[in-house]
């Protein structure tokens, strides 16, 4: 399969959450969680070439009928909010490169070969979604529509500049302009219900966030503005992610750590998923808030303000072995006879057809053997 606009020389991982940005058209989506964020391709009703960005609430979930319901449907595809510029088009390219385990650059330029006018950085739990323009004029646009623009100011450094938006729909997002260099405020113009447009020739970043629909707390976490949360975070961004652990004993950490981009001086605002949470170490916790936005298949995320969280598992199973290998230190195995049922099995595997085996019309069952396929083999009936 095609893997289409990679610039990258080094080995690329499989089964990558972003792999939708280089495979088929480049237009599917990725989930970030909780956002998720596609190239709309000239797709939409506003025919934009940017980055769209989405968010479902629950209350969008379609169920079957029925109790238990047979399925249930999450919209996907609706354009809240599209991060692109004016020099995009029909002949836009869209290329990645940096990519690795938790993040990629999405690159979008005016033609094949020429230099982004738009790179996003796209990590998974990302605070913003961020758009770092390259001498680009700003072009916001949306299928659900713009009702109003606000210009809220700058914040205490006078770097970030503040817009809040509100949609058809009744959604309210904030945007984020960080220009590089002391030029002041840029500005941001509501043309129509479709299209925000900026200065031409802009230098710097424009962030998008969505305001919860509840930022009601739960016991232990006081409740705070949505935006004053974003607003210490703004003009910085992820740009990629390690993780680390140690184990000692039955007790086990993790930790997720984040290099940043932009006003690296600030501290980031990051999405944590439930089972993140759970798990929390108290300097995590305190840094968690009561900000909240739900993801499509894994419950609510929460957003943390931190460079990095690190998460606890006690009473891990330490005593589990695998034959032939103990902690005790034993790597015999068993017996003459476990010794017989490992060569025969493993001969029983190798004798497959493994053409026929991997050569199905199916994603799911090519390279696999069923197991009545194996007992067949075993029986010789």
Do not use: C
Not at 60 to 76: K, L, T
Not at 120 to 136: C, E, H, K, L, S
Not at 257 to 280: C, E, I, N, Y
Not at 347 to 354: C, K, S
């Amino acid at each position: 399969m095609p893997r289409t606009g990679i610039n990258q020389t080094s080995p690329i991982e499989t089964n990558k959450f972003y792999a939708n940005f280089f495979l088929g058209n480049q237009d599917w989506a990725t989930f970030t969680y909780p956002y998720s964020v596609n190239w709309a391709r000239g797709s939409g009703s506003a025919s934009s070439w940017g980055l769209s960005i989405s968010h479902v609430e629950a209350s969008q979930v379609v169920f079957g009928d029925g109790d238990p319901a047979p399925y249930y449907v999450n919209p996907i595809g609706i354009q809240y909010v599209v991060l692109s510029a004016e020099e995009l088009g029909t002949s836009t390219v869209l290329s990645t490169d940096s990519l690795a385990e938790f993040s990629i650059n999405v690159n979008l330029a005016e033609t094949e070969g020429a230099e982004p006018k738009l790179t996003f950085p796209i990590v998974q739990g990302m605070g913003f979604v961020t758009a770092v323009y390259n001498g680009a004029t700003p072009l916001l646009q949306s299928g659900v529509y713009f009702q109003t623009l606000q210009y809220d100011g700058s914040g205490s450094e006078n770097s970030v500049f503040k817009y809040t938006l509100t949609l058809d729909d009744g959604t309210v997002w904030f945007i984020y302009v960080t220009p590089d260099g002391a030029g002041g405020a840029p500005p941001l113009s509501l043309v129509d219900s479709a299209t925000i447009s900026g200065p031409s020739g802009f230098f710097g970043i424009i962030q998008v966030a969505k305001q919860p629909a509840s930022s009601s707390s739960s016991s232990k976490r006081q409740t705070v503005d949505a935006s004053s949360v974003y607003d210490i975070s703004a003009g910085v961004y992820a740009e990629s992610a390690n993780i680390y652990g140690a184990v000692d004993g039955n007790s086990g950490s993790y930790t997720l750590s984040w290099t940043k981009g932009g006003l690296d001086t600030r501290t980031l605002l990051m999405w944590a998923l439930p089972h993140h949470v759970q798990s929390f170490d108290d300097t995590t916790a305190n840094a968690a808030t009561s900000l909240q936005l739900r993801t499509s298949t894994k419950g609510m995320a929460t957003a943390v303000v931190a460079d990095q969280i690190t998460m606890v598992e006690s009473n891990l199973p330490a005593d589990i072995g695998l034959r032939p290998w103990s902690n005790s230190g034993n790597t015999d195995v068993d017996s003459a006879t476990a010794i017989d049922a490992i060569n025969n099995a493993a001969g029983l595997e190798l004798a497959e057809d493994m053409d026929a085996q991997t050569n199905l019309d199916s994603m799911y069952f090519s390279g696999k053997v069923s197991r009545a396929v194996k007992m067949q083999a075993k029986t010789g009936s």
